[in-house]
T-cell receptor, first 113, second 111 residues
């Protein structure tokens, strides 16, 4: 069966520090991969998605970036965190077949001080 | 572009009462629809999905949803609420490789 792993579960970072969140998927090949953010009172915001290695689509311009160095690995990064980057970050995967459900990881709670 | 509207950001029911969470969608093509549940500090878990075929879809944890094309609705129901159903629920419609989510409805279950 397929599983998705995100780490760390919680992270506290100072303003201006870098960020790296990692997500890996097991048990499937060639998945679509997604990064979302949930900020208080703002619902689910799609940040990036990827349909293949090195292929990244950005949904919201900001100081975050994403990379997909391997087929089942998706990384969310920032060079300098802002207070507004606080939130709950979720990674998800789906089949390449269109209109399929997405399957989510357990999330990372990021607090910026 | 597809869109989803969830009526009621908060719904409160008594334990054992009917749960009804409303979802209306807008789609220019036959929709693929989903309901997810999110417990505090956890990811989203798929409850059920509608693709084609039977309009009444059964999901996990006793939930079901009915697709009504004429009303562009996909409401989520459960006959008898349990305390463990307290969570946030999201309706979503597929848009190619992406999902368009509603704003979510927080379900509170009173004892």
């Amino acid at each position: 069966s397929q599983t998705i792993h995100q780490w760390p579960a919680t992270l506290v970072q100072p303003v201006g520090s870098p960020l790296s969140l990692e997500c890996t998927v097991e048990g499937t090949s060639n998945p679509n991969l997604y990064w979302y953010r949930q900020a208080a009172g703002r619902g689910l915001q799609l940040l990036f998605y990827s349909v293949g290695i090195g292929q990244i689509s950005s949904e919201v311009p900001q100081n975050l970036s994403a990379s997909r160095p391997q087929d089942r690995q998706f990384i969310l990064s920032s060079k300098k965190l802002l207070l507004s980057d606080s939130g709950f970050y979720l990674c998800a995967w789906s089949s390449r077949i269109r209109n399929q459900p997405q399957h989510f990881g357990d999330g990372t709670r990021l607090s910026i001080l | 572009a597809q869109s989803v509207t969830q009526l009621g950001s908060h719904v409160s029911v008594s334990e054992g009462a009917l749960v009804l969470l409303r979802c209306n969608y807008s789609s220019s093509v036959p929709p693929y629809l989903f309901w997810y549940v999110q417990y505090p500090n956890q990811g989203l878990q798929l409850l059920l999905k509608y693709t084609t075929g039977a309009t009444l879809v059964k999901g996990i944890n006793g939930f079901e949803a009915e697709f009504k094309k004429s009303e562009t609705s996909f409401h989520l129901t459960k006959p008898s609420a349990h305390m463990s159903d307290a969570a946030e629920y999201f309706c979503a419609v597929s848009e190619g490789n992406k999902l368009v989510f509603g704003a979510g409805t927080i379900l509170r279950v009173k004892s």
